[in-house]
Nanobody, 116 residues
Framework: QVQLVQSGGGLAQPGGSLRLSCAASGSLFSIAAMGWFRQAPGKQRELVAT???????NYADSVKGRFTISRSNTWDTMFLQMNSLKPEDTAVYYC??????????WGQGTQVTVSS
């Protein structure tokens, strides 16, 4: 089982930046991917960015060029650098850990609010 603890987030003005972190512990093996998802009020949870064990990185079209996902070499830490934030980026952000043959693990969620 993998435990994920998130940090960062909070309030930012439009055009500002925030950085999210996700620390993973436990049985870190058979890693398929790590990623970030978000859920805005009244909306379904959506993919923000993922990074696979093969090195592929994918971003939602809405965040391309503004957000950057990265991870540690040991796959125990993941980051999401969010620049040029927009009000529509407001949501609860969740980190996600995918392992082959296992159910996904999720962080506790972090509120990101973009408002002037």
């Amino acid at each position: 089982q993998v435990q994920l603890v998130q940090s960062g987030g909070g309030l930012a003005q439009p055009g500002g930046s925030l950085r999210l972190s996700c620390a993973a512990s436990g049985s870190l093996f058979s890693i398929a991917a790590m990623g970030w998802f978000r859920q805005a009020p009244g909306k379904q949870r959506e993919l923000v960015a993922t990074i696979t064990s093969g090195g592929s990185i994918n971003y939602a079209d809405s965040v391309k060029g503004r957000f950057t996902i990265s991870r540690s070499n040991t796959w125990d830490t993941m980051f999401l650098q969010m620049n040029s934030l927009k009000p529509e980026d407001t949501a609860v952000y969740y980190c996600n850990y995918q392992q082959w043959g296992r159910a996904d693990s999720w962080g506790q969620g972090t509120q990101v609010t973009v408002s002037s």
